[in-house]
């Protein structure tokens, strides 16, 4: 899972090699439905439970289980005398990212989503909005996979931190139930136009089209304002998240292992940007 190179050039040999030893892996029907089985079940499943749901023998699920877990996509767990099988969250970004990278998917992505909520309405922040813009972030803390933070950072470290001209709040009914804002990547001259962008939804309001019109607001202004690359890091558990980001053009540029720690434990993020077609090139 590194950075892709422009679809004009050969896929460097180490890349390639990578990438066909995760699909000679997935390279028999059984494995596949392995994969898929455990996947979609949240906390995974024991190996008992997966040769049952399957329909086969205990030594043909220890088998392929051992091929799917030495390349990467599988986690295994002692639980007692059973074994646990998790799905590896960093491989259900890295292997979409590898099959769009040998396909040279990655040279352009679309502007945002198309299909807003017409009951979503997004406007710049005001000051009374920052009870419900801090309530949120809280909601998006409790979650464990939004942020590292595990407290709610104070109202000015917030307005320090963020650029005045991209902080938005999403109102449904009159109500704030959602917020992105962006914040300088950094303060050298050379990387004014590059920008680190959060999204938060309010608990109750996630999956209804709030991130959407969050994110569309958020590019389209962004390209309006002459900044050329958004960049954000997202847990790589957080699939909802990676997903809305590739609706609004961004690519995933690599995984970072063991980036840091919340509440004692290692996690992963992905590394996301998006180029702006008004002053760069995205493909590059």
């Known amino acids: 899972m590194t950075a892709t190179v422009p679809a004009t050039t050969v896929l460097p040999e180490q890349e390639a090699a990578t990438y ?23 906390g995974g499943l024991t190996i008992g439970r997966l040769t049952e749901l399957l329909g086969i023998s205990q030594s043909t699920c220890s088998h392929h289980v051992r091929k799917l877990a030495d390349v990467g996509f599988l986690r295994l767990h002692k639980e007692g005398t059973s074994t646990r099988v998790v799905v590896n969250e960093a491989c259900c970004v890295g292997l979409p990212h590898a099959a769009d990278a040998v396909m040279g998917l990655l040279t352009r992505r679309p502007c945002c989503p198309p299909d807003v909520p017409a009951d979503v309405t997004v406007r710049a922040l005001e000051p009374g909005d ?106 790589t558990e957080n699939r909802a998240s990676v997903a809305l980001h590739h609706q609004a053009g961004y690519r995933t540029v690599g995984i970072r292992e063991r980036i840091a720690q919340r509440d004692g434990t290692w996690y992963d993020t992905v590394l996301m940007e998006r180029r702006s077609d008004r002053t760069g090139d995205q493909s590059r």
């Open 20 to 42: 066909a030893e995760w699909f000679a892996s997935l390279a028999e029907p059984t494995r596949v439905r392995l994969l898929n089985t455990v996947a979609t079940t949240p």
């Open 130 to 235: 920052w009870p419900a813009v801090r309530r949120i972030y809280g909601e998006g803390i409790a979650t464990g996979v939004a942020t590292f933070d595990t407290t709610v950072p104070s109202r000015a470290s917030l307005d320090a931190r963020w650029l005045p001209d991209h902080r938005w709040v999403a109102e449904r009914d009159g109500e704030v139930v959602g917020w992105t804002a962006l914040s300088p990547f950094s303060s050298r001259e050379c990387y004014s136009g590059v920008a680190e962008s959060a999204i938060y939804v309010a608990d109750g309001h996630r999956g209804a089209g709030v991130g959407k019109a969050l994110i569309r607001h958020q590019v389209v202004a962004a390209d309006e304002a002459g900044l050329w690359t958004l960049q954000t890091t997202i847990f």
